[in-house]
């Protein structure tokens, strides 16, 4: 009887928007990573623990690779390409649906330094005839010496296990890396602030561009009523975008308190209560004061 154990580390990497974030949250089965439809969601390497009986993979979804256009982007991009050097294997993803685009060239040209095996992951398969599939294969197949060209739907589930599978047979022997009951090795309080991130981001839509950041002020656990009490700012680059995300009558403030609570709820699995501040802090992507204090720091990678 085989009583190996494989285990390792996997980056995925890909242009902004193809559903990397869905990926982690179908496999890790509950929500770690924010998934919105604008691009470059994620900001940080975020870690999805997958364990089964003899095998134990840690997922690190980076954010998108793209060209930077201020200090928030600039590290990013950093994050991402140093995770490449950092794992056991690397999941390429792409949106079937858009195909080709000038980004993933720019992701290509990176991974030629990189001296690991690379899996093509053609995801959102749903949203494309099967027909259409094979010419995008072989585009690909031209372009890098992919390990193998996987197709799937992060959303629908299609293929997912099939890919684990794979990537299971690539993992070296090695030790469980964490507890089988561990999804992340993020702070609760990262995974929190992400959580109301993603409900400013998706309410407010087009209004709001990328210049939201959450910060955690506090959390408490008060055992006399069983409840967690969380004070959290929303931080915007405009005094114009605070009238935004603070609604009339402060309708669009509650609405996202109210639907990041439900997730928060389903997270720590107690009541929950949400104390939502918003403030103004001009043009902090390029300030790398308000980047360290957000949570982008560029000593820790």
Same mark, same amino acid.
């Given at each position: 009887?085989?009583?190996?154990?494989?285990?390792?580390?996997?980056?995925?990497?890909?242009?902004?928007?193809?559903?990397?974030?869905?990926?982690?949250?179908?496999?890790?089965?509950?929500?770690?990573?924010?998934?919105?439809?604008?691009?470059?969601?994620?900001? $940080?390497?975020?870690?999805?623990?997958?364990?089964?009986?003899?095998?134990?993979?840690?997922?690190?979804?980076?954010?998108?690779?793209?060209?930077?256009?201020?200090?928030?982007?600039?590290?990013?991009?950093?994050?991402?390409?140093?995770?490449?050097?950092?794992?056991?294997?690397?999941?390429?993803?792409?949106?079937?649906?858009?195909?080709?685009?000038?980004?993933?060239?720019?992701?290509?040209?990176?991974?030629?330094?990189?001296?690991?095996?690379?899996?093509?992951?053609? $995801?959102?398969?749903?949203?494309?005839?099967? !027909?259409?599939?094979?010419?995008?294969?072989?585009?690909?197949?031209?372009?890098?010496?992919?390990?193998?060209?996987?197709?799937?739907?992060?959303?629908?589930?299609? $293929?997912?296990?099939?890919?684990?599978?794979?990537?299971?047979?690539?993992?070296?022997?090695?030790?469980?890396? /964490?507890?089988?009951?561990?999804?992340?090795?993020?702070?609760?309080?990262?995974?929190?602030?992400?959580?109301?991130?993603?409900?400013?981001?998706?309410?407010?839509?087009?209004?709001?561009?990328?210049?939201?950041?959450?910060?955690? !002020?506090?959390?408490?656990?008060?055992?006399?009523?069983?409840?967690? /009490?969380?004070?959290?700012?929303?931080?915007?680059?405009?005094?114009?975008?605070?009238?935004?995300?603070?609604?009339?009558?402060?309708?669009?403030?509650?609405?996202?308190?109210?639907?990041?609570?439900?997730?928060?709820?389903?997270?720590?699995?107690?009541?929950?209560?949400?104390?939502?501040?918003?403030?103004?802090?001009?043009?902090?992507?390029?300030?790398?004061?308000?980047?360290?204090?957000?949570?982008?720091?560029? !000593?820790?990678?």
């Amino acid at each position: 009887m085989d009583n190996t154990f494989k285990s390792g580390f996997i980056a995925i990497i890909g242009r902004p928007n193809v559903g990397k974030s869905t990926f982690m949250n179908r496999v890790i089965g509950q929500k770690i990573a924010i998934m919105s439809d604008k691009p470059q969601t994620t900001r $940080n390497k975020i870690q999805g623990v997958w364990t089964e009986d003899d095998a134990q993979i840690v997922f690190i979804d980076t954010p998108g690779i793209h060209k930077p256009k201020h200090k928030l982007g600039d590290f990013m991009v950093k994050v991402a390409e140093q995770s490449l050097n950092e794992v056991d294997a690397i999941m390429f993803m792409i949106n079937a649906e858009e195909g080709y685009g000038r980004g993933d060239q720019f992701i290509i040209d990176r991974l030629e330094k990189v001296d690991k095996p690379v899996f093509l992951i053609i $995801n959102k398969i749903d949203k494309v005839h099967p !027909d259409d599939l094979l010419p995008l294969i072989d585009q690909y197949r031209g372009m890098y010496d992919f390990e193998e060209i996987i197709p799937i739907s992060a959303l629908e589930g299609n $293929n997912v296990s099939h890919l684990l599978e794979v990537f299971k047979a690539q993992l070296p022997e090695g030790p469980q890396y /964490y507890p089988e009951d561990q999804i992340t090795d993020h702070p609760e309080r990262f995974i929190i602030s992400e959580m109301i991130r993603e409900k400013a981001l998706h309410l407010t839509r087009e209004e709001i561009p990328h210049s939201i950041a959450v910060v955690i !002020d506090g959390i408490e656990h008060r055992e006399q009523s069983a409840t967690v /009490y969380i004070q959290a700012t929303i931080i915007i680059e405009r005094p114009s975008q605070k009238g935004i995300i603070i609604g009339k009558q402060g309708k669009m403030l509650k609405e996202i308190g109210q639907r990041a609570r439900e997730d928060i709820e389903a997270l720590l699995g107690t009541k929950v209560f949400l104390d939502l501040w918003v403030k103004v802090q001009k043009d902090w992507r390029n300030r790398q004061l308000q980047l360290n204090e957000y949570g982008y720091r560029d !000593d820790e990678y």
